[in-house]
């Protein structure tokens, strides 16, 4: 008897591209939906900062160490705890009370509070599920804002002995959010 080909994964025994794309995917974990990123009202590089946040990716103290850099592991917002993503973006002390004055001024108290919940992304979709649907990409954009100045903050702590107080990183957080908006009404 002659040998024969058949391509296993699809009913009629045919090869098609689509059936060896879909099986590149079997058995993988289901991933995360941060799509919403990128309809944020935001600027890209913020946008590309919250991506690769959410993926815990950003080079905090835990992820240096397995890189084998040595560095002081303590958060340089709080100084007590050990500094990860989570904790940076969402746990902290201080990236809680900056969250706090960001929710007082946007009047949104039915929001939760940013340590509330297990990880950073479960919180976000918490948070975005109480927003309206015409609102969510400027709730997203605030919060790329957000992460981004508590990391712009760490890395002024970090590299230039210079700190800011919790009013004042949340007066700058308004102002991107609003310089932004004022740059997209002036190309509309």
Not at 36 to 48: G, Q, R, V
Not at 90 to 96: E, L, V
Not at 130 to 137: G, L, N, Q, T
Request: aromatic content about 14%.
């Amino acid at each position: 008897m002659e040998d024969e080909i058949i391509w296993r994964w699809t009913s009629d025994g045919e090869y098609t591209t689509k059936s060896a794309y879909r099986i590149q995917f079997v058995g993988q974990a289901g991933r995360q939906s941060i799509t919403p990123i990128w309809k944020a009202k935001a600027e890209p590089k913020c946008k590309f900062f919250a991506w690769i946040l959410l993926h815990r990716k950003i080079l905090t103290a835990n992820n240096l160490a397995k890189r084998g850099w040595s560095n002081d592991p303590l958060c340089k917002l709080c100084n007590t705890t050990p500094e990860t993503p989570k904790h940076l973006c969402k746990d902290c002390s201080y990236t809680c009370a900056v969250w706090d004055q960001l929710v007082n001024w946007l009047n949104l108290h039915q929001l939760p509070a940013s340590n509330s919940v297990s990880s950073i992304y479960r919180w976000w979709k918490k948070c975005r599920a109480m927003v309206a649907k015409d609102s969510k990409s400027f709730f997203d954009g605030l919060v790329i804002y957000f992460w981004w100045n508590i990391w712009k903050e760490r890395s002024r702590r970090t590299f230039r002995q210079e700190e800011k107080t919790v009013t004042e990183l949340t007066y700058l957080i308004k102002e991107d959010v609003q310089q932004f908006q004022h740059a997209i009404e002036a190309v509309n």
